[in-house]
């Protein structure tokens, strides 16, 4: 997965090309997994619903103050 996030960092991945990269994992648990990793600072999330993308890493545009 992180190989496949650095790849379409520009783009972003979708909720649909994750559960893709890991088959037989539930929606569930993998909206729990980047949800870990987000709180870590290693993904970040862009847009929501259907339109929402992963990201590589911290959001940047975010005043951290």
């Known amino acids: 997965w992180e190989q496949h996030l650095t790849q379409r960092?520009?783009?972003?991945s979708s909720m649909t090309d994750l559960e893709a990269l890991?088959?037989?994992i539930d929606r569930?648990?993998?909206k729990k997994l980047?949800?870990?990793l987000r709180d870590?600072?290693?993904?970040?999330?862009r847009g929501?619903?259907?339109w929402a993308r992963w990201y590589p890493g911290?959001?940047?545009?975010i005043d951290e103050t």
């Open 22 to 24: 890991l088959p037989g």
């Open 9 to 12: 960092a520009f783009d972003g």
């Open 58 to 61: 911290p959001d940047r545009n």
């Open 48 to 50: 929501e619903r259907r």
């Open 34 to 36: 980047m949800d870990e």
């Open 40 to 45: 870590e600072g290693r993904v970040h999330i």
């Open 28 to 30: 569930k648990d993998v």
